[in-house]
């Protein structure tokens, strides 16, 4: 048996891991099934900023996951939480799309104009537009408004190429403003691994992380303290793994080449 499955908790990256795109990773599917099965506390981290939970319910349907929503941590579910943790419900103005404000309302938050608004909240847009970072950039400049991100990515790999991620309005922010946002909440940032680990109410040594990227979710692992599995379904790959081992400090604990190989070991 591999050591991993002695372990009681997974929290599981979702793209690369047990799909890509809007493709499932067939045999990974059946490996997170086997340890639900198992009776394995199961909670899945995605750095997506653009669709709610709700939404991602039926990616996880069409993949063929026996999940429930509440084991689902995107960055919009992640972010209204956080916010509501630690400044109440606010009046929040935001860069993002629909699926992000549905989070954002959902835990309570006032969605106003950017005149109005006590928190910036900039998430990924693929409409984004002059006006919307003009405001934005407004909040930016006032010190006084709480500026906060849902995910720090740069860029997202999909299926016909790089597009541009989060990174691309905290990037234009910094540029025109020189500031950072005051809180990042997806990975490898640890706001998203505590609420995971709050849910399942595991201790960090008691969870393993599993991911495709080394600088995503084995340095969010490592930086809450659990175990850390790369897998070589998604960014990193049997070809570019050197590679990437090379590039970054963080090693991981495990590599496996898919989800699946938990259960190959005989
Ligand atoms: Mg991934």
């Not at 709700?54 to 509440?70: P, S, T």
């Not at 950072?180 to 709050?198: F, H, N, T, Y």
């Amino acid at each position: 048996m591999h050591p991993l499955l002695e372990m009681k908790g997974f929290i599981l990256d979702v793209d690369g891991v047990i799909g890509r795109g809007d493709k499932p990773i067939p045999q990974a599917v059946k490996a997170v099934n086997r340890l639900i099965e198992m009776g394995k506390k199961v909670v899945f981290v995605s750095n997506n900023s653009t669709r709610s939970r709700k939404i991602y319910m039926q990616r996880f349907k069409d993949f063929g996951v026996n999940a429930k929503e509440d084991q689902m941590f995107l960055t919009t579910y992640v972010t209204a939480t956080y916010i509501k943790q630690n400044y109440g419900k606010a009046k929040i103005f935001t860069t993002g799309e629909p699926g992000l404000v549905e989070e954002l309302k959902l835990a309570g938050h006032q969605i106003v104009d950017y005149r109005d608004a006590d928190i910036l909240v900039v998430g990924s847009n693929r409409q984004i537009s002059f006006e919307i970072l003009t405001k934005a950039l407004r909040m930016c400049l006032d010190q006084d408004k709480t500026y906060i991100a849902t995910n720090p990515d740069k860029i997202f790999p999909s299926e016909d190429g790089p597009v541009p991620g989060t990174g691309m309005i905290i990037g234009a922010l910094y540029w025109m403003t020189d500031r950072m946002p005051d809180c990042i909440c997806g990975k490898p940032e640890k706001v998203i691994m505590e609420q995971a680990l709050d849910y399942l109410q595991l201790k960090a040594d008691e969870v393993v992380v599993v991911g495709d990227q080394i600088d995503v979710d084995v340095v969010a692992g490592k930086r809450v303290g659990a175990k850390t599995l790369l897998v070589l379904s998604g960014v990193t790959t049997e070809e570019n793994l050197d590679r990437m081992i090379e590039k970054f400090d963080e090693k991981p604990d495990f590599i496996l080449r898919d989800l699946s190989e938990l259960f190959d070991t005989l």
